[in-house]
Antibody, heavy 122, light 107 residues
Framework: QVQLMESGGGLVKPRGSLRVSCTVS????????MSWIRQAPGKGLEWISS????????DYADSVKGRFIVSRVNANNSVYLQMNSLTADDTAVYYC???????????????WGQGTLVTVSS | EIVMTQSPATLSVSPGERATLSCRAS??????LAWYQQRPGQPPRLLIY???TRATGIPARFRGSGSGTEFTLTISSLQSEDFAVYYC?????????FGQGTTVEIK
């Protein structure tokens, strides 16, 4: 069955960096766009980044553009989110999700990981 | 950027009753809308895509409708496991934001 598992979350100081990973199984990663979505404590869902099947196309929410970098290694069944210049506003559970493309290039998310908590605090 | 607005913020419903949740897009998104359910401590789960197509394994009591800018999720007879937060999300184009969520609570 399809499974996604995030790892790498933890406590990081303001202005610090962290890389979270998503390892997948049960499907061919190379055939799907993948996305990162976060949820601050007690808040709603915020899409933050997507990456195309080959990794050649990436997309970011304005809130993280210029600070976060998404990447993937299909051969390793893994997707990554490098987060730099972190602030308290980045404290959230970070989910990776498989994206199903529809519409005019946007996609919905049919499978999600359990999430990894990133806490930015001194 | 398209803005998604859900109403109401909280819906109080008795078990066995019907719940009707609304989602509005700031501009037309055709039928490119998904609904998700999130139970406490769990990741979101896809319920509906293409405005009205149930995802795999989703019970028939969940029904999505609408197109353009106005969408509705109807839960025909609420079960205990349906008390949760529901989000809509547009995917007509990028970025693909979520609504702010509707909490369905036990009355």
């Amino acid at each position: 069955q399809v499974q996604l598992m995030e790892s790498g979350g933890g406590l990081v100081k303001p202005r610090g960096s962290l890389r979270v990973s998503c390892t997948v199984s049960g499907f061919r990663l190379s055939e799907y766009y993948m996305s990162w979505i976060r949820q601050a404590p007690g808040k709603g869902l915020e899409w933050i980044s997507s990456i195309s099947t080959s990794g050649s196309i990436t997309d970011y929410a304005d809130s993280v553009k210029g600070r976060f970098i998404v990447s993937r290694v299909n051969a390793n069944n893994s997707v990554y989110l490098q987060m730099n210049s972190l602030t308290a506003d980045d404290t959230a559970v970070y989910y990776c999700a498989r994206e199903m493309i529809g519409g005019q290039g946007g996609g919905y998310f049919d499978n999600w990981g359990q999430g990894t908590l990133v806490t930015v605090s001194s | 950027e398209i803005v998604m607005t859900q109403s109401p913020a909280t819906l109080s419903v008795s078990p066995g009753e019907r719940a009707t949740l609304s989602c509005r897009a700031s501009q037309s998104i055709s039928s490119n809308l998904a609904w998700y359910q999130q139970r406490p401590g769990q990741p979101p789960r896809l319920l509906i895509y293409a405005a009205s197509t149930r995802a795999t394994g989703i019970p028939a009591r969940f029904r999505g409708s609408g197109s353009g800018t106005e969408f509705t999720l109807t839960i025909s007879s609420l079960q205990s496991e349906d008390f949760a937060v529901y989000y809509c999300q547009q995917y007509n184009n990028r970025p693909q934001p979520f609504g702010q969520g509707t909490t369905v609570e036990i009355k």
